[in-house]
Structures are given as C-alpha cells and as structure tokens.
C-alpha cells in the first residue's frame, strides 16, 4: 500500500471518529430521536475512498475502538462494545463500506448524487442491517421480527444520512472530482 | 485523546495483556451458551467483585455503564412483550456479565500494551510484501488527526456562524470531507519526504 493511500485511510478512519464526536443532532420531525454523524462517516468513508480503501478505513477505526480509544458516539469504546448487542452492526460497517464503494465504482456513468443514494441505501442501510438484526438475534434470543422493530427507531434517521452523505459526495465531486477517489 | 482508563497500579494492570485477553475469550466462549439465571447472576456478582477489588475507582468505572443499562432495559421490554421474560432475564445477566468483563480489560490495558499484544496478528502481511508496522502507523496517525479534524470542523463553525448566525449545519460535513483529503495530500508528501512507509519494512 501506498504512503498516499495509508494516510487517506488514516485521515477517513479520523473523520469517522470526528464525526461520532460531534453533539448528536435531534431531528424534530423524527420525534427527536437523537442521530449521531458516526454512521454518515462509514457511508462517506465508501462512496468516497472506494471499496477497498473505505473497508480499511472502517477496519482501522473499529480497531482502534478495540484497542481502547473511546471513539464511538457516546464516548463509548474498548472491548466491551464487542461484547454488546449492538455488535453486528459493528460488523455490517466495513463490508458496508465496502459495498457502497463497489456500487460507486460500477455506477460511473450514473450521475454522482443518484449513484450516492443507492450506495448508501445498500451499503450504508441494507448490508449493515443485514448483519445487524441477525447479531441482536444471535446476541439476545429475540425472535427476528421483534429484533427488526427494536432497531426500526434508527431507520428515519439512517435515511436522512443517506441524503446528506449523497448531497456530501456531490459537492467534493462538484469542487475536487479528483477527490472522489472511488471513481477515480 | 484518551482511552477512559482507570488509573494504575493495582494486580489487574500487573498481569500480562496477553493473558487477560485470553481470560476473556475463554469466559465469553464458556458463557455463551449458559442459560442458568442463578449462574449468571454469580457471574455478574463475581465481575462486579473484581472492580470492586480495584477500590472506589474501580467502582465509579460502572457508572460509565448506564447507556448500556438502558440497552438491557430496552432488551428486556421487547421480551417482556414477546412473553420470555425468563429468556430476557438471563440474557441481561449473559450480556452483562460479559461487557463488563470485557470493559475491565479494556480499562487496566494501556492502548500500546494492547497494540504490543495483538501485534502477531499482522505479520502475515509479510508474506504480501507490507509491513506488520504499518497498521501501528496508521493508529498513530488516527490518534493524531482525530483532533485535527475537530478543530478543523470547529474553524467551519465559526465561519458558518459568521456568514448565517446560525450555530452549526450538516453542511459543514462537505468542506471537512474534503479538507481531510486534502490535509491527507500533504501528511502523505511529508511521510515519503522522509523514507515513506516503506522504510519500515528494512528495519524489521
């Protein structure tokens, strides 16, 4: 790997831990129901750096959480977060990525904001909630469907990050297309 | 940037990391499948004994634990809906046994005992032609410009306030998306300035 790309891995694993350090934002019209930025860096860390350089990424600041560093939303980090219900969708984040930056990368000739949006609904959305309710299943003995409603709170939340890392990929395309590494 | 730690010395900082993470992985294989309310709320009892060996400061560390209480709550109400409240309860007690165990290592682990100890686990990037260092570079590197950016985002508000009078917007996450890659442009040209990564590999 390239000193280039180590340190782009480095700078997004950063921004996603910027991110999650940032007050959670209270959307009024979802209730309140209070949404943190982390997941938006997991959808940007795809779209942006692409599959490969964006699972890095993802892997990189996950292991820093390992190690210790109380980087995810909330202050929350170290082993634990291992150990806790909320596991899989810790494990749905780098393959996430992974798939939003494929999904980029075949989608060339779609327009940057259209193409962001299916990235970050399968990726960001559908592939870390695939990994994530069966991980509360498999880590609480709740029944599926009772799994799927205890983290459906997330979803409106999820869906404005959709829009945002869309509107996000757009205009870094718009003013650095070459910063759109994905497609580069 | 800090890992929450409690401070040391006591007999839980003194054993070899290798060793607590090792203690984990077997207490968490073996817990797994238990179902027994009463042995998991030994359990429980035995993990809570541990902190409490380590003094107040051990204590105090549970408080840190309250999100993951309202967790275990939430659990338990979607079981109580589902009629297995038994089922809820020893799954409370499992999780809880095991966060809090895992927690413990990670609060009387210093974060580079613990990239020491997990080290191995890179070597087979050799065998690729990469470095086993360079992951401990790249911790380094997160370490670092986690702040940077923060203070970046920090300078984006300011302006923002200025222009809007508003406090803060998602549209900030743009110009720090891209300010981080341009930053990294830099922090790569300075890194090959001096030997690359690459240099790494020679000395192992």
Known sequence: MSDRSLVQVAFYAALIAALGLLPPIAIPFLGGVPITAQSLGVMLAGIMLGPVRGALAVLLFLFLVALGA????????????????????????????????????????LNVLIAAVIAAVVGGIGVIYGFGIPGLVAMTDLTFDKAAMGTAVYLPGDFVKVIIAAVVAQTVARGLPQALLSRA | MIAAQIPGPSWL??????????????????????????????????????????GSKGLVQLRLLRPFGFMMVFILGL?????????????????TAMVLMANLVSVTTRMDDMLDA????????????????????????????????????????DAFRARTGRHSSWRLIAPLALQALKMSENVAEALTARGGSKGLSNND
């Open chain 1, 70 to 109: 109380p980087l995810l939303a909330g202050g929350r980090g170290g082993l634990a977060v291992f150990a806790s219900p909320s596991v899989g969708f810790l494990i749905g984040w780098p393959v996430g990525a992974f798939v939003a930056g494929l999904i980029m990368q075949k989608t060339r000739q």
């Open chain 2, 79 to 95: 079981h109580a809906i589902s009629g297995t409240v038994e089922t809820g309860v020893s799954v409370v007690l499992r999780l």
């Open chain 2, 13 to 54: 900082h003194s054993l070899p990391t290798r060793f607590k993470l090792l203690v984990l992985l077997v207490s968490g294989a073996v817990l797994f499948p238990v179902d027994d309310i009463l042995i998991l709320a030994t359990c429980v009892g035995l993990v809570i004994g541990l902190y409490a060996s380590l």
């Open chain 2, 118 to 157: 997990v080290y191995p686990i890179f070597l087979p990037l050799k065998w690729i032609g990469g470095s086993p260092r360079k992951p401990a570079l790249a911790v380094t590197l997160v370490i670092r410009f986690a702040p940077v950016l923060l203070n970046v985002y920090g300078c984006l508000q």
